[in-house]
């Protein structure tokens, strides 16, 4: 196993206990909410010793820990993965304790989040949290989207095409952050290539990657701009 492949099995492996752990925490933070007991001294505040009284915090911190072990692979889809994972496991941890009878459906509960929200029942605490991770989904797939086409990681993995370091030359705007240029690259014959295509404004000044069919590497239909995803946290 090369030091590569032993750096990303162990990133990748450290994602999926940190994902555990964010599932956890959650389903903790309202599963034990009911049996929380909040101990007030006046103008100091309230605290408590139990875990489920903090766990809203630590499942915060855990998922930012998340996202950022994850934004490699992830990319512009983390934020809406962490926030529906988050969300579904507080949900879940709900309907947990109403089947364990530890509350109703009708309860009302001080659940804290990062400020004391009262007088929300587990129904309503329901709707919102299957809100959240609604929004969450939408924007995963927004941003599963966003990626996708940015890297041409389709296209990348097809045999059908190749790939080589590009330069892009020339810049005319077609739209508010998408332009015309002139993609310059080398194809596997040793070939210089020059091939027009349109790009986001974003790629300018950025490593590019030409990504196009073997079989006619000169056909701008057939030729794609891919941007390689940004490193976060290099472990190689």
């Not at 555990?20 to 007991?37: E, G, P």
């Not at 010793?49 to 930012?64: C, M, N, R, W």
């Not at 295509?197 to 239909?221: H, I, K, Q, S």
Request: charged residues 20%; glycine residues 10%.
């Amino acid at each position: 196993m090369t030091a590569r492949v032993y750096a990303r099995t162990l990133r990748g492996l450290a994602c999926v206990l940190m994902a555990w752990q964010v599932w956890l925490v959650w389903h903790t933070s309202t599963y034990d909410a009911s049996t929380v007991r909040w101990s007030c001294y006046g103008d100091d505040g309230c605290g408590t010793d139990q875990f489920a009284g903090v766990a809203p915090f630590v499942g915060i911190a855990s998922a930012v820990l998340l996202g950022f072990l994850c934004a490699r692979y992830l990319q512009r889809a983390t934020v809406g993965a962490v926030v529906a994972l988050s969300a579904l496991a507080a949900a879940v941890g709900w309907y947990d304790a109403v089947d364990a009878g530890r509350v109703g459906l009708r309860t009302v509960t001080d659940f804290h989040v990062v400020l004391p929200v009262g007088n929300l029942s587990v129904a309503d605490w329901l709707t919102v949290l299957w809100a959240v991770a609604g929004a969450g989904f939408l924007a995963t797939c927004w941003g599963a989207v966003v990626s996708v086409r940015r890297t041409a990681v389709l296209r990348r993995i097809s045999g059908r095409y190749a790939t080589a370091e590009a330069t892009l030359e020339g810049w005319r705007a077609v739209g508010r952050s998408r332009g015309e240029v002139v993609v310059t690259f080398q194809d596997t014959t040793g070939v210089r290539r020059q091939v027009p295509a349109v790009v986001e404004r974003f790629a300018l000044g950025r490593p590019v990657l030409a990504v196009y069919d073997t079989a006619r590497p000169g056909d701008p239909d057939h030729t794609r701009v891919a941007v390689p995803r940004k490193r976060l946290l290099r472990l190689s």
